[in-house]
């Protein structure tokens, strides 16, 4: 059987980073990279000899050979481009955030739900075997209860462009802080350095509430001096850390009164490699069950409450997700397999 062709749209260095993520699969060759900028077109091509290159979108969703897109353009591209993908009957792959409003990522999952399309999207933390791990001792009560979560990210560099630290940061950890604690939160209340007339942040602090006592806080910072990547949560029992930096053998750290601390060992795998040859996967076996989405999109639906909990000076704004999409209909005949 010869490889899925699969299309990468974004040729920034995450964009390269996916491409050669899914080159590296057998099951996949990389068919298509799009972006609007000559010099990425000029390093894609580099980087892929045998991918044709293209500024024009329409290129790439043209072509039967295309199985799947992976889309990987700045965050506010990410709903046009997926809805271009899935209309053209692609199976889509979306870097994180899925979308930049729940409206957004609500329509994205039901486009992909109404045609029977494999939606993904990047956080690539749930594959990894430490975080797997960490949930498996959670749900066992090994930690106890009230859990409390906190985490901070941090990413050093001098400033270079506007943005926000909570929309390119936080949807690792608030992703994490869904995963771990098992639920979405009712409110968020959020504070944002140099939030203001220019609507960004260098910074950012949240506390996520949950209806049943658990807390989840979460930091970020860009610019920062040094690169952190930690997170702890801790229940009346113990308390487990994870650090993203360390050796995945050291990784994940839990504390208890009775031992203190303990490594609880884990797998080296590749945690991009494994999201990618899950989608590869289920791209190849045609597999939409389920809703693969709806962890992504009430990410997005937090990040949108902190937002909101920002501009109102740190005020709780209330969590407000997207209705989930219809029933999975009945495919209608298409080529073969399409990319998003």
């Known amino acids: 059987m010869s490889p899925l062709g699969i299309a990468v749209v974004g040729a920034g260095p995450w964009g390269l980073t996916l491409a ?8 996949l060759s990389i068919a298509w990279i799009c972006d609007l900028e000559e010099d990425r077109r000029l390093r894609a091509q580099a980087a892929h000899p045998d991918a044709r290159v293209t500024a024009d979108l329409d290129d790439l969703l043209g072509d039967p050979n295309v199985a799947a897109v992976v889309v990987a ?9 997926s809805m271009r993908a899935l209309q053209a009957g692609k199976h889509l792959f979306v870097e994180k955030p899925l979308a930049l409003s729940a409206h957004d990522a609500g329509e994205i999952r039901t486009a992909a739900a109404a045609r029977g399309r494999v939606l993904a999207v990047g956080h690539v933390l749930l594959h990894n075997p ?8 959670v749900a066992k009560g090994v930690l106890g209860a009230p859990l409390a979560f906190a985490s901070r990210r941090a990413t050093p560099g001098a400033p270079r462009r506007p943005g926000s630290a909570w929309w390119a940061l936080a949807p690792h950890d608030v992703s994490l802080a869904l995963y771990l604690l098992d639920g979405l939160p009712t409110a968020v209340s959020a504070t944002g350095s140099d939030w203001g007339a220019g609507q960004e942040d260098n910074a950012a602090s949240a506390v996520l509430h949950f209806g049943d006592g658990r807390s989840a806080r979460i930091q970020v910072a860009r610019f920062a001096p040094s690169k952190r990547r930690e997170m702890t949560i801790a229940g009346d029992r113990a308390t487990l850390t994870f650090d993203e930096l360390a050796d995945a053998d050291e990784a994940l750290r839990l504390w208890t009164p009775q031992q ?3 490594v609880v060992p884990e797998d080296r795998a590749d945690a991009l490699r494994a999201q990618c040859l899950d989608f590869a996967t289920r791209v190849a076996r045609g597999d939409a069950a389920g809703d693969a989405g709806a962890h992504a999109a009430d990410v997005v639906a937090v990040l949108e409450a902190g937002e909101r909990s920002m501009r109102a000076q740190g005020r709780p704004q209330p969590v407000v997700t997207a209705a989930a999409p219809p029933a999975r209909v009945a495919r209608a005949a298409a080529p073969s397999f399409e990319a998003a």
Not at 20 to 27: K, V, Y
């Open 73 to 81: 353009v700045d965050p506010a591209g990410h709903h046009p481009v």
């Open 130 to 137: 430490a975080v797997r791990r960490a949930r498996q001792l």
């Open 260 to 262: 203190g601390t303990i």
């Open 20 to 27: 050669n993520a899914f080159a590296r699969l057998p099951q």
